[in-house]
């Protein structure tokens, strides 16, 4: 399993873009990147996923270079709303069955 | 579409009772997942099932933690007997498939051990 490290808190202005980065060092040719987000009191909830280079939805977008041993996650304009903790997990997303793994996450902050 | 169901949302129980946990996935999805979440940390994943097969469940204390998929459908995660240590949210989640597919979670059910 591609072990990943990430940020444990940051704190953020309202507005202001965040990016969060992941390491994973050890990411396998078969591993995606996905990113959840976590309220307090709820369960995880999908973000974003990649494989290379640059993915982008309404919510956010995912920079991966093309060594994949690093991602970014990027929160344009961030509202207090988007006060949550944010987890990186990398995972076998093919054949087989996947295994990630979650680890602390990044508690994010965003200051009126 | 509705969302992953679990219930309870919220037990207390003292210390060496059982409980048990009921999830229901969202309707055609194959893979079944419980999560532990024990306050400060990321879930913890305890078992997965593709279908009503165990994939995964090194995880899962076995002394005393069970958990079953009948018809491929519904779960339940049972313990029995609770320690102090058991007290956590239960998170249940399904995805589409295995692989990459994104993983929908229910609210949890917050279990204190007394």
């Known amino acids: 399993l591609a072990k990943t490290t990430q940020p444990i808190s940051m704190d953020s202005y309202e507005g202001q873009e965040v990016n969060i980065t992941c390491s994973h060092n050890n990411i396998a040719t078969n591993d995606y990147i996905t990113w959840y987000q976590q309220f307090p009191s709820q369960g995880p909830r999908f973000i974003i996923q990649g494989y290379k280079t640059k993915v982008t939805n309404e919510v956010a977008s995912l920079f991966i270079p093309a060594d994949r041993k690093s991602s970014t996650l990027s929160l344009p304009r961030v509202s207090l709303s988007d006060t949550a903790v944010y987890y990186c997990l990398v995972g076998d997303g093919r054949g087989g069955y996947q295994k990630v793994t979650f680890g602390i996450g990044t508690k994010l902050q965003v200051i009126p | 579409e509705a969302g992953v169901a679990q219930s309870p949302r919220y037990k207390i129980i003292e210390k060496r009772q059982s409980v048990a946990f009921w999830c229901n996935p969202i309707?055609?999805?194959?893979?079944l997942y419980w999560y532990q979440q024990i306050l400060g940390q990321g879930p913890k994943l305890l078992i997965q099932f593709q279908n009503n097969g165990v994939v995964d469940d090194s995880q899962l204390p076995k002394d005393r933690f069970s958990a079953e998929r009948l018809k491929g459908v519904d779960s339940t995660l049972k313990i029995q007997p609770a320690k102090l240590e058991d007290s956590a949210v239960y998170l249940c989640?399904?995805?589409?498939?295995?692989?990459?597919?994104?993983?929908?979670f229910g609210p949890g059910t917050r279990l204190t051990v007394t």
């Open positions: 989640a399904s995805s589409r498939r295995t692989g990459e597919d994104e993983q929908y």
């Open positions: 309707s055609g999805h194959a893979t």
